[in-house]
């Protein structure tokens, strides 16, 4: 059940929840909004009608819009998203401290608002919220990776991890997860209509939000392929399902080192289209 509910007392009759639904599944041929029993099924609970109602009238799938916030007046000023998105930087030096974990649920749950695939929401977070169980999986990742290097089984490809794991086992040079308390890796299940956008989706808003928290983060591809491809027991320790595709690995804490500045990359690449 949709549980599609319309307070008509301050409904204004006004049609935007069935002009903006993305499936067109709302009328008004009573004169309210209303979906069809026929139709519920093709919901795919994005909650656009609740967002729209400019009264608050309606409500669906149990969400009241008393329980939503406001968004007039709330938005960050575009010379503050302009600074945040230039500002940030991929952090490699982390103070060896764990973040508060309601933190950290905060900042998953907010980048669990970004948009997926047809809405269906199947991005999962693998999360190692606790430092110590990271030097866990840090020592079995690169015990792993020497034994792969020792039975001469590391792919042509990935010869420089050769260097990586001297580095830690002669010098504790951290090059893989960069001494940061925390990770998360992103999946979701391959047979999705798009699990790969909306894993690294779901990471970019995850990564933009930390950083006005004062987290640091930095886009781990030599995590994942560590994960996925080198050493796949590592998938099984996280509880990764078989059938998931591993979107990325994000490393993430309490940044030991503090930018000041915003750096400039020049224009963008634009190709106009000339018909």
């Known amino acids: 059940m949709l549980k599609f509910e319309v307070r008509r007392e301050i409904c204004v009759q006004c049609g935007l929840c069935a002009k903006d639904c993305p499936v067109n599944i709302i009328d008004l041929k009573t004169g309210y909004p209303r979906i069809g029993a026929d139709k519920e099924s093709n919901c795919i609970k994005c909650q656009h009608c609740l967002a729209i109602c400019p009264t608050a009238a309606l409500s669906i799938l149990g969400k009241s819009p008393n329980r939503s916030r406001s968004i007039k007046g709330n938005f960050p000023d575009p010379y503050q998203m302009e600074t945040l998105i230039k500002g940030r930087r991929s952090v490699r030096h982390y103070l060896d401290e764990n973040l508060d974990p309601e933190l950290i649920k905060r900042t998953l749950d907010v980048a669990w608002q970004a948009p997926t695939g047809v809405n269906m929401r199947q991005v999962h977070f693998f999360v190692i919220d606790d430092k110590d169980n990271l030097a866990v999986l840090r020592d ?136």
Request: proline letters at 8%; hydrophobic letters at 45%; a neutral charge.
């Open 140 to 275: 079995e990742a690169y015990r792993g990776l020497e034994e792969l290097i020792a039975r001469g089984q590391l792919p042509k490809d990935k010869a420089f991890f050769t260097g990586f794991v001297r580095a830690w086992k002669e010098k504790g040079v951290d090059v893989l997860f960069r001494g940061a308390p925390h990770l998360v890796v992103a999946s979701a299940p391959s047979g999705g209509p798009s699990p790969l956008p909306d894993c690294l989706i779901a990471l970019s808003y995850f990564e933009l939000f930390a950083q006005s928290l004062d987290i640091g983060t930095v886009w781990n591809g030599l995590v994942k392929w560590t994960i996925n491809d080198l050493v796949p027991e590592l998938r099984t320790r996280l509880h990764i399902p078989e059938d998931h595709l591993i979107g990325y690995a994000m490393a993430f804490g309490k940044p030991a080192v503090q930018y000041q500045r915003t750096i400039e990359k020049g224009s963008a690449n634009i190709i106009p289209f000339n018909p």
